[in-house]
């Protein structure tokens, strides 16, 4: 299979999507026009944009290997769009479930003491939809908080919605896969003025506080998500290095888990959990002036400055 993904660019004040393989990201409206196949409903779905796509992700993503296909073979027909385009995060999801301490390594690392897999289940919390910003955007400091931190995270995008989902048909429920950069505020994670003692929505929720793309990747074209490397560097420097494999709970037992509790619908997003070597391990935290870097292998990488908190 050609290589593909999806993704979403800014012209002139306006997002519209492009079409992603190993020549370059080209205008999706324009190749799908002139190279669509009959029959297919790609008016209807660029007008209604990657979440529309999303919804009807069977019809979709092979009629985007078909176009990724034909790319491949039209040569010069199409030029890619220059290096000065601006890609946008490649969606909005309406909901983005996250799952905590999900690496024994970096539950060890937070001063987390877990029990054994076989008497837990996946600890999920929810994150803004609000926070989601894209690659080159900056991830701006509150002016209140001050234990930013970094976490990448393979992310997992449902295609085909459904309830009670057994672990060994659940990747069949994942359209694509993205990068996530779940930044938190460490310090605004506790509180003391009430007796619960963690407000996690409080801490990872901030505007800007989920930085995603570079494009969604069909799952088909990644392959195993249990064997995938994450990097995540600080201004050129190394602080998180591991495999998808080293998951306590895979992307197939959370998709299931969370389908016991609430109906998966398309265009959900399930970020994975982080490995070791976040700045909360070490106490070094992001400061305004940083870039942040988040790779998953087969997938991609983004990368964010950041900038402090505009006082007026």
Not at 113 to 119: G, H, M, P, R
Not at 213 to 225: E, H, M, T
């Amino acid at each position: 299979m050609v290589w593909h993904a999806l993704g979403q660019r800014l012209i002139r004040e306006e997002i519209r999507p492009v079409i992603v393989t190993e020549q370059g990201v080209y205008d999706l409206d324009l190749v799908s026009r002139v190279l669509g196949r009959p029959g297919e409903d790609w008016s209807r779905w660029r007008a209604g944009g990657i979440a529309v796509m999303l919804d009807a992700w069977i019809d979709v993503e092979p009629a985007l290997a078909a176009l990724a296909d034909n790319l491949a073979a039209s040569g010069p027909k199409f030029e890619p769009l220059g290096t000065g385009t601006k890609l946008c995060a490649p969606y909005r999801p309406n909901r983005i479930f996250a799952t905590a301490s999900n690496y024994v390594e970096h539950a060890q690392e937070m001063g987390t003491v877990l029990a054994a897999k076989s008497e837990s289940q996946p600890f999920v919390f929810m994150k803004a939809d609000s926070s989601v910003i894209g690659p080159d955007e900056a991830i701006i400091l509150p002016q209140r908080a001050e234990k930013v931190d970094w976490e990448v995270e393979l992310a997992a995008v449902i295609g085909i919605g459904g309830r009670d989902i057994p672990v060994d048909k659940a990747l069949d429920h994942v359209a694509a896969y993205t990068v996530i950069n779940d930044i938190t505020s460490r310090d605004l994670t506790r509180r003391t003025d009430f007796p619960f003692k963690h407000d996690w929505f409080r801490g990872k929720s901030f505007d800007t506080f989920a930085p995603l793309g570079p494009w969604l990747v069909p799952a088909d074209c990644v392959g195993n998500p249990q064997d995938l490397r994450l990097t995540l560097d600080v201004n050129g420097t190394r602080k998180q290095d591991d495999s998808t494999g080293s998951m306590i709970f895979s992307v197939a037992e959370q998709i299931s888990y969370l389908s016991s509790i609430l109906t998966l619908r398309p265009g959900d997003l399930v970020a994975t959990g982080t490995p070791d070597g976040v700045g909360m391990g070490t106490g070094e935290f992001l400061n305004a002036g940083d870039i942040v870097t988040a790779a998953v292998e087969k997938v991609g990488t983004i990368t964010n400055p950041i900038r402090g908190a505009r006082i007026d």
